[in-house]
């Protein structure tokens, strides 16, 4: 079975203190078009992404999936994937604005 192309990505804005101040989240392969997901970026934003904002951005992320079942996932597993992916572009955003 091919593996599910499912895809996220975010784009934060970081204050010195660490504060996210502005995002954005994408999520592909779970629409029919690539979805931008406002409520997601929104879930973070004023936060530091820690655990708690974490969830609530990966909760946002899969409730705005609307993916079709095919021979390279089901729904139920691109929704999960989502989630999951959503949450690891959101830290590896964090890593890169607070790396300079």
């Known amino acids: 079975m091919d593996i599910a192309v499912v895809g996220a990505g975010v784009s934060l804005t970081v204050d010195g ?3 996210v101040t502005a995002a954005r989240v994408s999520l592909g392969a779970v ?3 690539v979805l931008l997901v406002p409520e997601a970026a ?3 934003v004023g936060s530091r992404l820690d655990e708690p904002a974490q969830r609530r951005l990966e909760a946002a992320a899969r409730a705005a999936c609307r993916p079709i079942d095919d021979k390279r996932g ?3 597993f691109r929704i999960q ?3 999951v992916l959503a949450r690891r572009a959101a830290l590896i955003a ?3 604005a607070t790396s300079h």
């Open 42 to 44: 929104q879930a973070i």
């Open 94 to 96: 964090l890593d890169r």
């Open 31 to 33: 629409a029919a078009r």
């Open 81 to 83: 994937v989502a989630g």
């Open 74 to 76: 089901t729904t139920e």
């Open 17 to 19: 203190t660490g504060i």
